[in-house]
Every structure is written in structure tokens, then in C-alpha cells.
């Protein structure tokens, strides 16, 4: 039972340079999202997607973009990636809105930039 | 806007010892939907339960319930007869109804409550 499949688990970048994560759900959900997890902050939401082909922003959206190729598949890129990026990427799925559903998470990417 | 107050940054009892994890939320909306999860040392998410907004009854699930009151916006979970298992940070988490457009999909957290059970 994979679920939710988060790659890579942990990164170290240097200031500048770019990089994406990939998340791949196998639970034919429509909606994705992408949360990051900073001490003190709970999880915020970077992007999400209600249908493949579809994206919107999220609480904290600046400095990441996505994509949703693949309705099983949820990009989240950094183009040049800073210091205040180091957090832990979280992302989760859910089969509908959440009235009726949950999220579902991947087991997170911690991600250092130097 | 809506918003998530968790009060409690930590919390340690001895193990056996019930414990309570507070939550207040605010939102506009009449249908909301409000989220309890799991962080345990590992650092995957767990979702424990969801509630709506017109089902104010209270729930127990095994050593866990959960006290959901609209009068005072708070949706409160006790552990009862806590174990070292039970270590974890908790979330609480909110998302609006189907008529706020974007909010059905979108949950708000808290910034989570740590738990220490001590042995």
C-alpha cells in the first residue's frame, strides 16, 4: 500500500540553485496539495490542485511553483531555492473536498538550503 | 478568514494521567469541518477524526474523545489513561464548507500541541 510517495526524503541545497519534488499518489485522488512544516508554525499550505492540468495558491505560495502533468502526480519546484525554504515539504492527497474526505500525507522531504 | 489556536506549545504528564489538547477556531461559515492529526517522533501525519458543524456530539474512540462545543468554538480531545505511544505533536485543523468556494479543500492548522508521556 503505497499511498502517498514523496521523493527525494531529504535534500541539501546551496543558495540559488533549483530543484523539484515529486509527489505521486496511487489512490485515484482528485485533489493534491503541498504543506510546508516550520517549528513553531504547524503546516501551511504552498499550492494545491483540485483536478490534473489544474492549480492554485495556496497560504505561502512565493518562491515555489507546481504542476499537475498527471492526476497522480503533483510537482513542487524551486527555482532558486533560499535559506528561509528549509522546512520539511509535506504533500497529501484526498479523493474529494474535505467534507466528505481527509487528506492523506506523504512521509515529508526535509530540505536545507545553505 | 479562518484561524486555528492551538494555546498549549507543550505538555508533559506521567503516563496513566489523562490529558486535554485545546483548540479554538474561527471562522465565518455556518458548515465547516474541523480535523484532529497525529505527529508522532516519526514524522508522518496520522488523521484521527473529523467532525462537521452540525454534529456537535461528542465522540470516544477507544482512550480518546473529543468535546466539541460551537458555543465557544472549540473542539478539545482528551487522552485518557495516557501511554509513552501517545508522545506526539498534535494538530488541529479546520476547513470551510462547500460554500466558501476554495475553503472545502483547503485545511488550516494549528501550530500544534507537543505531548510528552513520561514513563
Known amino acids: 500500500n503505497a499511498g502517498v510517495t514523496q521523493t527525494p526524503k531529504f535534500r541539501v541545497l546551496k543558495t540559488g540553485q533549483s530543484m523539484t519534488l515529486l509527489c505521486a499518489q496511487d489512490?485515484?485522488?482528485?485533489?493534491m496539495y503541498w504543506y510546508r512544516q516550520d517549528p513553531g508554525m504547524g503546516l501551511r499550505l504552498i499550492h494545491y490542485?483540485?483536478?490534473?492540468?489544474?492549480?492554485a495558491k495556496g497560504e505561502v505560495p512565493d518562491g515555489y511553483n507546481v504542476s499537475r502533468l498527471k492526476k497522480q502526480n503533483f510537482l513542487l519546484g524551486l527555482e532558486s531555492a533560499a535559506p528561509s525554504q528549509t522546512s520539511v515539504y509535506f504533500c497529501?492527497?484526498?479523493?474529494?473536498?474535505?467534507?466528505?474526505?481527509?487528506?492523506?500525507f506523504g512521509e515529508g522531504s526535509r530540505l536545507t538550503v545553505l | 478568514a479562518q484561524k486555528v489556536t492551538q494555546a498549549q506549545t507543550e505538555i508533559s504528564v506521567v503516563e496513566k494521567e489523562d490529558v486535554t489538547l485545546d483548540c479554538v477556531y474561527e471562522t465565518r461559515d455556518t458548515t465547516y469541518y474541523l480535523f484532529w492529526y497525529k505527529q508522532p517522533p516519526s514524522g508522518e501525519l496520522v488523521f484521527l477524526i473529523r467532525r462537521n458543524s452540525f454534529d456537535e456530539q461528542n465522540e470516544i474512540s477507544g482512550r480518546y474523545s473529543w468535546n466539541f462545543q460551537k458555543s465557544t468554538s472549540s473542539f478539545n480531545f482528551t487522552i485518557t489513561a495516557s501511554q509513552v505511544v501517545d508522545s506526539a505533536v498534535y494538530f488541529c485543523a479546520l476547513s470551510e464548507g462547500p460554500y466558501s468556494g476554495a475553503g472545502s479543500y483547503q485545511l488550516t492548522f494549528g501550530k500544534g500541541t507537543k505531548l510528552s508521556v513520561i514513563p
Open positions: 490542485s483540485v483536478g490534473e492540468g489544474t492549480t
Open positions: 489512490m485515484n485522488h482528485e485533489y
Open positions: 497529501a492527497s484526498s479523493y474529494s473536498g474535505l467534507a466528505t474526505g481527509e487528506l492523506f
